[in-house]
């Protein structure tokens, strides 16, 4: 549920330079990935309900496509997810580390229910311009980021 919620903030993640990204985490530049993150996410969420969590790492090796770890977090007022969004070839995953509800929840259907509308409502509503062949998400007028 939370990794689909992300496909648009993975594919543009993919438009950073992987070099610069990789660099970026190597020398602990943790202000730039955060700005890095951010830049992805303003236009899919709500400010502030996905954010860095100022960790990352990066795996390489000589047989195998790069794998990027970025340490996130969900927030929201009834329920935050500590996760880390896998990037590697053409498969992103996400690794739920926590979950933490502000209230007590009856049972794991209720905690679903409650994570998917709060991520519902952390979306920025979208409409959708054709490009050619192509669909980009572009925010709904009206909503410049300083509104959010």
């Known amino acids: 549920m939370l990794a689909d919620s992300l496909s648009d903030v993975t ?7 992987l070099v610069d990204l990789v660099s970026f985490i190597r020398l602990g530049s943790h202000t730039a ?12 969420f709500k400010q502030g309900s996905l954010i860095s969590a100022w960790t990352a790492c990066v795996d390489m090796a000589w ?18 997810v500590f996760f880390d969004l896998l990037l590697r070839g053409p498969g ?13 929840v009856a049972d794991a259907g209720g ?7 709060a991520i519902a409502e952390s979306r ?5 311009a054709a490009r050619g062949a ?8 009206g909503r410049g980021l300083s509104q959010q």
């Not at 192509?134 to 007028?141: E, G, H, I, N």
């Open 11 to 17: 594919a543009d993640l993919r438009t950073i330079d």
């Open 33 to 44: 990935i955060e700005d890095l993150i951010h830049s992805s996410v303003e236009l899919f």
């Open 63 to 80: 047989d195998s496509p790069p794998l990027v770890t970025l340490g996130m977090e969900f927030r929201h007022p009834v329920v935050s």
């Open 92 to 104: 992103d995953r996400v690794v739920v580390r926590g979950i933490l509800f502000e209230e007590m």
């Open 111 to 117: 905690g679903l229910r409650l994570l998917a509308d």
């Open 124 to 128: 920025l509503p979208c409409r959708t």
């Open 134 to 141: 192509s669909q980009t998400r572009l925010p709904s007028p």
